[in-house]
């Protein structure tokens, strides 16, 4: 695995430009955000991203290891990839913090995709050979393109200061099949999905992320 601070030593520091946040195939809602952004942080840091293949899972973020604070404290408001992102394996996006923000003006290409508090833009495509999934902190996602997964399984409220902007915009198509983890029930979850894929904490039930990945990358059943 390429750990957050491994990942950010590879990336060129530089201050942000308005060329940054130009991403192609952006909805209004999408343009919006983005200038916002920019315009409240505008001597705020960016990092360019130089790889665009990684043949194994990266993670981006993680709470456990406190990388919103080690972001902050290089004033990084966006990582970013001028083109097309391929990962063979994974990419976690495991901090609940909004910032940074993830900007890939391409085709993004993963295994599974785990979605925390980053929002993110995609200007093309985004393709996974297994899941999406939103956790507790799902945030924004505007997709240029189309959305192809083995599943989409997105958790986003819209943001209280935003209540109009639908969090999850897809310009193109959905080729997934979705579930709405947004508030489901234990007998929606028990009914979507097989056993061995879901958590159980007193009377709740909730979906094991981590089980999905690895039942899908063993090709086991995920869906009822």
């Not at 924004?140 to 083995?150: H, R």
Request: with cysteine; glycine share 8%; charged share 25%.
């Amino acid at each position: 695995m390429i750990r957050f601070k491994a990942f950010l030593k590879e990336c060129e520091l530089r201050k942000l430009t308005k060329a940054d946040y130009t991403v192609p195939n952006m909805p209004k809602d999408g343009k919006f955000m983005l200038d916002g952004l920019a315009q409240r942080n505008a001597s705020a840091n960016v990092a360019i991203a130089k790889k665009d293949h990684y043949t194994e899972t990266l993670e981006i973020t993680s709470h456990t290891s406190a990388s919103e604070p080690y972001y902050s404290d290089r004033r990084i408001l966006f990582i970013i990839w001028e083109g097309d992102l391929n990962i063979d394996g994974d990419l976690l996006d495991e901090d609940f913090g909004m910032k940074p923000i993830l900007i890939i003006k391409g085709n993004l290409t993963v295994r599974n995709w785990l979605r925390g508090g980053m929002d993110t833009f995609v200007g093309g495509n985004v393709k996974a050979s297994g899941f999406i999934i939103g956790h507790y902190n799902d945030s924004a996602l505007f997709v240029g393109g189309d959305l192809t997964a083995a599943g989409y399984i997105p958790r986003a409220k819209p943001y209280k200061d935003l209540p109009n902007i639908v969090p999850h915009q897809i310009v193109g198509k959905v080729n997934a099949k979705k579930f709405d983890n947004t508030a489901p029930t234990n007998e929606q979850l028990q009914a979507a999905f097989v056993e061995e894929a879901l958590m159980k904490e007193d009377e709740d039930i909730y979906i094991d992320e981590r089980a999905i990945f690895e039942r899908s990358d063993a090709g086991l059943t995920v869906w009822k």
